[in-house]
């Protein structure tokens, strides 16, 4: 079995007094994909977030290939460098340009030469097919094409392991497939990852494990076969019908 | 034509004087405008943070300029000075100090809001990448914030400028003083010097004052 990237154990995670995680723990080993779904509001942005400490935990504690990430410790940001995060609404930097962009963290973090990050930037955009948009400004690109560039520039720090929270939920319909794309390649390509989405199809192609989040824990944890064929428990039926629902709904619209 | 009283400005050296009259106001206002700048980028950042002392301190300070006409300012730190500490503060010094201690403060209020108004997510998106607090700073949150305050401060600078026609008061020789000066000297030879003098520095501080609105309005489109 291949090694833990990343070990979360015993995870509490509270707001105020109010718990939003208890006692979660998940390992996710090299090259895998893990696929975190659950209602709206069940804490799965907050668990990416206790990954790379953007929250502070109130119980266990949470280790990158043997490192202890914690708000308070001095090597933060070097480990943050590791962990590549997506998020929702792309957070592109508006003041930049796209490799700008793409270019401030490896430059200013990991002092590569300027010259070298700019030959990968651009052929990861290539790869992305952004590459003519290397000098545009985020604001005059597509929704798409910019969580596309956010993929990249999370890619360019050669990250141990990708956070993807609802990539796809702020698009709209016609350029979900764009970004899911990518994100399939990089599962293609052996990246660990991730990944929290409403997209089930794409869930079910990408994951090599899902797991399903409710009440404060992991509620269902299995294969994808499994998951969508054979859930175990009445609350991932549930949530699986809620998706069924919908697209009846559109078959008969 | 009326006379305009416009020929005074030809008399000997009327009229670079007044340039130099203008050039001692501009001096005072730049030089504060730069120290405010710099001092007001630090304590606006620090205020930047809900219940800091700094944020305190910061409403404090705007407070009390807020409520203190700069006369009163400028006479505490000229005369005041002499009296409290026997500091022998020149005009011009003292000037600088009381517009300095007026800049900081608003542009230290600019910045706050400014540097408060980045979406939380922006910060934290570039920590995800790894930069430390500073360099989310200096890379990510300053160059946001000081394109949403550049026409706030040209503002401030400006009227800054405007204000300088006060340390007349503390014996500063700047641009009104010198006109005082022409205009009493030609009461007899040119009575409507008067019109013409302050035609020529109304010419001046727009003249002085216009190159900064334009380049507001240049980085302003620059950066949209
Ligand atoms: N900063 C915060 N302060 C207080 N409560 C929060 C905060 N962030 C999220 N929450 C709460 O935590 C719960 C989980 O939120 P979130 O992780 O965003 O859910 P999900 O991503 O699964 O939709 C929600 O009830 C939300 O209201
Ligand atoms: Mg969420």
């Known amino acids: 079995m291949a090694e833990a990237v990343l070990s979360i154990s015993h995870l509490t995670k509270r707001f105020d007094d109010q718990t939003i995680l208890e006692d979660l723990s998940l390992e996710v ?4 994909v893990v696929v975190i779904v659950g209602s709206s509001g069940c804490g799965k942005s907050t668990l990416l977030r206790c990954i790379n400490a953007l929250e502070d935990i109130q119980g266990g504690e949470i ?3 043997g490192d202890l990430i914690s708000h308070n410790r001095k090597n933060l940001p070097e480990l943050r460098q590791k962990i590549g995060m997506v998020f929702q609404n792309y957070e592109l930097f508006p003041h930049l340009t796209v490799l700008e962009n793409i270019l401030l963290a490896p430059v200013k973090t990991q002092k590569r030469s300027r010259q070298n990050v700019r030959e990968e930037a651009l052929a990861l955009l290539e790869r992305v097919g952004l590459k003519e948009k290397a000098d545009s400004w985020p604001r005059q690109l597509s929704g798409g094409q910019k969580q596309r560039v956010a993929i990249v520039r999370a890619l360019i720090m050669h990250p141990e392991i990708l956070l993807f929270d609802e990539v796809t939920a702020a698009l709209d319909p016609e350029m979900v497939r764009e970004v899911l794309d990518v994100i399939v390649n990089l599962a293609d390509q052996g990246k660990t990852m991730i990944i929290v989405t409403h997209e089930m199809s794409f869930a079910r192609a990408v994951a ?6 409710e009440d404060r824990r992991i509620l269902e944890e299995s294969d994808p076969e499994t998951f969508f064929t054979a859930p175990k428990t009445e609350q991932a039926k549930k949530f699986l019908r809620t998706f069924e ?3 009846k709904n559109k078959a008969e619209a | 034509m009326p006379d305009l009283g416009l020929e005074v400005l030809w ?3 009327n009229f670079v ?4 009259g203008l050039w001692v106001a501009l001096r005072i206002s730049l030089i504060a405008a730069g120290i405010s700048v710099v001092l007001g980028i630090l304590l606006g950042v620090a205020a930047s943070r809900k219940r800091s002392v700094s944020s305190v301190v910061l409403r404090v300070w705007l407070g009390i300029i807020h409520i203190m006409p700069q006369m009163v300012l400028l006479f505490l730190m000229y005369f005041g000075t002499t009296r409290l500490f026997s500091w022998n503060l020149s005009g011009e010094v ?3 100090i009381v517009f300095s201690l007026w800049g900081t403060a608003e542009m230290g209020d600019l910045v706050r809001g400014a540097v408060s108004s980045i979406p939380a997510i922006q910060r934290e998106s570039a920590e995800a990448l790894g930069l430390k607090p500073a360099q989310v700073y200096r890379w990510i949150i300053l160059p946001q914030a000081v394109r949403r305050l550049i026409p706030q401060s040209i503002n401030l600078i400006t009227r800054m400028i405007k204000t300088t026609s006060l340390v007349t008061l503390i014996g500063v020789v700047e641009i009104l003083k010198v006109a005082q000066q022409i205009i009493e000297a030609n009461r007899k030879a040119s009575p409507n010097a008067a019109f013409g003098v302050y035609l020529a520095i109304f010419v001046m501080y727009y003249l002085a004052c216009r190159p900064l609105s ?5 980085l302003e489109k620059h950066w949209r």
């Open chain 1, 208 to 213: 090599d494990r899902i797991i399903l989040l």
């Open chain 2, 17 to 20: 004087r007044l340039l130099g």
């Open chain 2, 214 to 218: 334009l380049a507001a309005k240049k």
């Open chain 1, 245 to 247: 629902f919908n697209r």
């Open chain 2, 11 to 13: 008399k000997g050296k």
């Open chain 1, 63 to 65: 280790r990158l290939r």
């Open chain 2, 94 to 96: 003292a000037a600088v």
């Open chain 1, 29 to 32: 080993r090299e090259g895998e």
